[in-house]
């Protein structure tokens, strides 16, 4: 063998042998989170601040609420981040959890097509807006998947006193899939549906959809976060995890949740200190 084969082969091993200790060396959390702080654009402005400052690298799995809190159930992540209050309560009781903490909130909007066949623009009762959508069989897209989206969604249908299990038809699609692709389709098909409003003013596929209802107090989104229990779950990077979480709800993190805008408009709104969110 050539002495300068030799030396390249040489050269070759020093630098896998330079830059395998930095690859087995970094640490990372897994954060189930759910679509909607993905698809905003929210984890991309957010995630390499806590990156740089502490040096553990997050990847994210992003799915509707409830996959989300199955998956951590299983122990396949350090951190749930999530919007259904209710459902965050439930994880923490059955032990799965360690404490609920309150992080963000924002709010939903009802989208629909400008033309507006339920006759629903201006109105700033979200009930009363469902109730003509089902009353004039306007299409209307359900992300269908368990999401905080969803689950919110079938809560406005039960205050709306209408039981959409029973009383849907094909007027009402459920796509089984997150906030953008239920946007899509709903642009597609020119069609009503719930959304939350950062993924809505990230979204630029919007056709001819609009914002047709806000402002309804019954439409307040509220965000927790959670680590999963590591006494449950061996394998959960309690250590990591928590500092995720300290970090997302200190000064620091909370500012910078603040400072995610589209457009010039915020749209997430801190609120870690409001113990009863």
Known sequence: MSSKRCTLRLLCLIAVLAFAPSAIAQRFITVASTTSTEQSGL???????????????????????????????????????????????????????????????????????????????????????????????????????????????????????????????????????????????ASSMGAYLLSDRATWLAFKNRGDLAILVEGDKRLFNQYGVILVNPEKHPNVKRADGQAFIDWVISPEGQKTIADYRIAGEQLFFPNADDTGA
């Open 43 to 185: 984890f991309k402005h957010l995630l390499p601040v806590f990156e740089k400052k502490t040096g553990t690298q997050v990847r994210v799995v992003a799915l509707g609420t409830g996959q989300t809190l199955d998956l951590a159930r299983r122990g396949d992540a350090d951190v749930v981040f999530v919007h259904a209050r209710s459902e965050e309560v439930k994880f923490v009781a059955e032990g799965h959890g360690v404490k609920r903490q309150p992080v963000m909130y924002n709010d939903f909007v009802l989208i629909g097509p400008k033309g507006d066949p339920a006759k629903i623009v201006g109105t700033k009762d979200i009930l009363e807006a469902l109730r003509r959508v089902k009353g004039t069989r306007a299409p209307f897209v359900s992300r269908g998947d368990r999401s905080g989206t969803h689950i919110a969604e079938l809560d406005l249908w039960k205050r709306a006193q209408i039981d959409i299990g029973k009383e849907k038809g094909p007027w009402y699609r459920e796509t089984g899939q997150g906030m953008g692709p239920a946007l899509n389709t």
